[in-house]
């Protein structure tokens, strides 16, 4: 029997992903590896820079996922998805192989903000073993190594060009329909999420972006991603106290979702908690 490691839910635990990296197979194994991803990223109006701290502190053996990079060149909207030709070379860029089992993490700053939307985006072109940390401070703070510096360049891998799951993604044209039918008689109950500040929501707090107005889609409902997180150390709330979060803002989970956000980062914070 292989003796691979693995891990247990979507959520993992410093402690959890610390023992399963001791367990990687050699460099020269084609068994499955964990491996660790930093996906950090700051709102544009921040002034850090997620490459800069992943060069300062990181997991060792880490790889860099740049959202500014992989995504829809072509579109003027930031960070859409990009065309699963150009997701395959980031991963084989990445030194990422389809069995590989991928850890998700983000910036000890902030705790949990982008590290959900590249594990999503990995669900999305049909990656079999994702998983997000929860969270790189807390691995910081309980004594886990970390390295600094500039990394080493990935091997090239192969990784083939995959089919991309339709059901996982909502086209903005669609969600223009359907914000104009919420609220009427009839309509079917699809409840729209919206993951930005509760002040972006109402209108009366600034987009981070030049020329773009706050506010929100009609019949949308605020559940910033801050209040999934412990206030403390920015890990995930369990599972008890995300669902009463959810209840108390009146989300239905028997009912479709969609996620929603401002520069498609924070609205894939809800990823993974159906379990």
Not at 127 to 136: A, D, E, S, T
Request: charged fraction near 25%; charge should be negative; glycine fraction near 8%.
């Amino acid at each position: 029997m292989s003796s691979y490691p693995t891990l247990s839910s979507y959520l993992v635990s410093p402690s959890e992903l610390s023992s399963a990296l001791k367990r990687n197979p050699t460099k020269l194994s084609t068994e499955p590896r964990i491996i660790p991803l930093c996906a950090s990223w700051f709102l544009p109006n921040d002034g850090r820079n997620g490459y800069d701290t992943f060069v300062s502190q990181r997991i060792p053996h880490a790889r860099f996922f740049d959202l500014d990079a992989v995504k829809d060149v072509h579109s003027p909207y930031p960070h859409m998805l990009p065309s699963a030709s150009d997701f395959a070379i980031a991963m084989r860029h990445l030194g990422i192989r389809r069995e590989d089992i991928v850890v998700v993490y983000d910036t000890k700053e902030l705790g949990i903000f982008s590290a959900p939307r590249v594990g999503w985006t990995l669900q999305v072109f049909g990656h079999p073993k994702v998983h997000v940390l929860n969270n790189f401070r807390k691995w910081v703070d309980e004594g886990y190594p970390t390295v600094s510096g500039e990394p080493k360049e990935a091997e090239i891998t192969e990784y083939a060009v995959p089919e991309i799951d339709e059901g996982k993604v909502v086209a903005f044209e669609e969600v223009k329909e359907i914000a104009k039918e919420l609220g009427k008689e009839g309509a079917d109950e699809v409840q729209i999420l919206d993951a930005r500040s509760l002040g972006r929501w109402k209108g009366v707090d600034p987009e981070p972006r030049e020329g773009i107005s706050s506010g929100h889609i009609p019949y949308s409902t605020s559940v910033p991603i801050t209040d999934l997180l412990d206030p403390k150390d920015k890990t995930f709330l369990p599972a008890s106290e995300l669902q009463a979060v959810f209840k108390s803002k009146g989300v239905d989970p028997s009912k479709p979702i969609i996620n929603s956000c401002g520069d498609c980062m924070t609205g894939a914070g809800r990823n993974g908690h159906s379990e």
